[in-house]
């Protein structure tokens, strides 16, 4: 069974760090790139950061650039996702999510991704 779990969510205040960890099973994690999303209460999907198969190419959405950073360690099958400097409007469910052979961009909509995790929930809060 392919499937991605996430974990590392929790509550933290603004300024603070968290790693958030997307662990894959019954794939080989090095053939497929992982999207990171959120969707917070009343609010759409979006698109956090994504990083490729092969070339490990990464994006970041507008919001987060400068302050998350996407991972992964191929031999642990894992990805990660360091959050830094986390303020309010962070605060969200976040899922990862999987897609064989897949080149990453600015934009990759969820559409394109077949393996989704449970999700994670991120509460940034003083």
């Known amino acids: 069974q392919l499937q991605v779990v996430e974990s590392g969510g929790g509550l933290v205040q603004p300024g603070g760090s968290l790693r958030l960890s997307c662990a894959a099973s019954g794939f080989r994690l090095a053939y497929y790139a992982i999207g990171w999303f959120r969707q917070a209460p009343g609010k759409e999907r979006e698109g956090v950061s994504c990083?490729?198969?092969?070339?490990?190419?990464?994006y970041y959405a507008d919001s987060v650039k400068g302050r998350f950073t996407i991972s992964r360690d191929n031999a642990k099958n894992t990805t990660y996702l360091q959050m830094n400097s986390l303020k309010p409007e962070d605060t969200a469910v976040y899922y990862c999510?999987?897609?064989?052979?897949?080149?990453?961009?600015?934009?990759?909509?969820?559409?394109?991704?077949?393996?989704w995790g449970q999700g994670t929930q991120v509460t940034v809060s003083s």
């Open positions: 990083i490729s198969s092969g070339d490990n190419s990464k």
């Open positions: 999510a999987a897609v064989m052979f897949y080149s990453c961009s600015q934009d990759n909509p969820a559409a394109d991704f077949s393996i």
